[in-house]
């Protein structure tokens, strides 16, 4: 089958063609909300953040904000501000901006009132919609693809077919030029040292260390054991016992591939290759900051069956255990449980999920696309102002 | 082929298996492969699907292996074909330090 996406001016290639209206504080939800009302085929990305928050996690929210922006499956932004905000409409915009897609600002502050506002904004999108339905889907290349990859509701399935055929379909897109960024910083707690075998140097594994001994610090200084929250109770059911065996079991989505960087929160990778990306393994905030790394596609490895999608790039469901293939089948996309009976080997499995990253990029709707699942959750760490 | 009475280990340094099979009662008998040999291993519990049984008995303070690496260790003796679990194994990471 051939591949096919949107070409943008920068290069980059989206495999969806969506308008978005991002606030740049979470004060400004309602507003985007009647926007939104208005225009159902627009993506509305309402989020918490924007406002009153220090150092760091302002970098992050900043950071993540633009690059939810940036994602290649969006041909244009509107960005909106309430006026007040420490992460500024006009700052995201022109960071988004640097793609070259269309973006535009609105300041409620600067419109007077709020109909003023929506009334300005609904002129704004509907010339948005008009120019970005009339781009058309060409051929294009693997290398363009930059795929995301997630693991959760877990089980012991999961280490045994979905994550190790995952792996194999992540193999196959770094051959074929492409990109894969995986992350969930807790769940290399235990693995380590497998993961840092494969760094293209001694720099990029000390950074592998670096976060993955802050994540555990910060386990340590909350005074109370990871177990419970990860491995979480779903986990648990599902016959994991530790974060070690957890973990053990999560890097094999990753596939075989050298570890070429180690990237921030929602940090957009420079190169080609496997990328880890530092974050929590709760799924919202592990997709969104996939999202914001420019990952058009996610394959999310599921033992017990999530539901979990995005929004911005289509989540391909994945699981490799029988009872979730036909229990929970409205929201799986693919069944590699032939795995464990004995029926299909990794490859074939592996095969199986390149093929459905191939169609779902090139227009085929994913499960979670299709019920519209998926809210978004920008990962911080402090307490906000 | 089928997965009935059957649990896999992943690496031979393992000393605990995964059940493939459907759950197992108490008393049966769960066939494991390590190796070349199929090895026999009596239930001591009631395990569900995906769940770990011993392969051998552990005693409180060794190390559980599966992948061929530390998972845990047992919090307790451990004995042959019982379900190796939160009950019975501690993680060596992400503890809360004591205050």
């Known amino acids: 089958m051939e591949l096919t996406g949107y070409q943008r001016s920068n290069g980059q290639v989206g495999f969806r063609n969506y308008v978005a209206i991002l606030p740049s504080v979470g004060c400004a939800n309602d507003i985007v909300n009647g926007l939104g009302h208005l225009y159902p085929n627009v993506l509305v990305l309402n989020h918490r953040q924007g406002c009153g928050q220090l150092g760091i996690d302002k970098e992050q929210s900043a950071r993540t904000l633009a690059g939810l922006g940036k994602n290649p499956n969006i041909g244009a932004v509107l960005v909106v501000g309430l006026g007040c905000e420490s992460i500024t409409a006009n700052y995201l915009a022109n960071e988004i901006a640097k793609t070259g897609k269309r973006v535009e600002v609105l300041v409620a502050q600067n419109e007077g009132s709020n109909l003023n506002t929506l009334s300005k904004g609904n002129v704004i999108l509907k010339d948005m919609i008009h120019e970005v339905s009339n781009m058309k889907r060409t051929p294009c290349d693997l290398n363009s693809l930059t795929l995301g990859i997630k693991c959760g509701l877990t089980d012991t399935t999961s280490g045994l077919s979905s994550n190790p055929a995952t792996g194999v379909a992540a193999d196959r897109i770094i051959e074929a030029g492409g990109t894969v960024v995986f992350g969930e910083t807790p769940e290399v707690i235990g693995a380590e040292h497998i993961l840092g075998k494969r760094a293209v140097s001694e720099e990029v594994k000390q950074r592998l260390c670096h976060y993955v001994e802050l994540c555990e610090k910060r386990v340590k200084d909350s005074g109370v054991d990871i177990r419970g929250a990860n491995p979480a109770p779903g986990n648990i059911k599902g016959g994991i016992t530790s974060i070690e065996e957890k973990s053990l079991g999560a890097i094999k989505k990753a596939g075989s591939k050298p570890l070429q960087d180690v990237l921030a929160y929602g940090e957009v990778p420079e190169g080609k290759g496997l990328f880890f990306m530092d974050g929590p393994g709760r799924t919202p905030e592990a997709l969104t900051g996939l999202n914001a790394t420019g990952a058009q596609i996610i394959v999310f490895s599921t033992g017990g069956g999530s539901p979990a999608g995005t929004r911005i790039s289509p989540v391909i469901k994945v699981t490799g255990n029988s009872r979730t293939a036909e229990v929970r089948k409205d929201h799986i996309d693919v069944s590699v449980e032939g795995i464990i009976k004995g029926e299909m080997n990794l490859q074939q499995a592996g095969e199986r999920i390149f093929q459905e990253i191939i169609e779902v990029a090139s227009g085929k709707m994913s499960k979670a696309e299709v019920f519209g699942y998926g809210s978004l959750s920008v990962w911080n760490l402090g307490v906000h102002m | ?99």
């Not at chain 2, 605990?16 to 008393?27: F, S």
């Not at chain 2, 494991?32 to 090895?39: A, R, T």
């Not at chain 2, 194994?89 to 004591?98: M, W």
Request: hydrophobic content about 35%.
């Open chain 2, 1 to 99: 082929m089928s997965n009935d009475s059957k649990a896999i280990i992943i690496d031979e340094k393992d000393n605990v298996a995964t059940l493939l099979c459907d759950g197992a009662k108490k008393g049966s008998t769960m066939q494991v492969q390590i190796g070349e040999k199929e090895v026999q291993v009596e239930m001591r519990d009631n395990v569900e699907f995906g769940h770990k049984i011993a392969l051998h008995d552990i005693k409180k303070g060794e190390p559980i292996f599966k992948y061929g690496e530390i998972i845990g260790q047992a919090a307790r003796d451990i004995a042959k074909g019982e379900h190796v679990h939160i009950h019975n194994v501690d993680s060596c990471r992400g503890l809360a330090e004591e205050k």
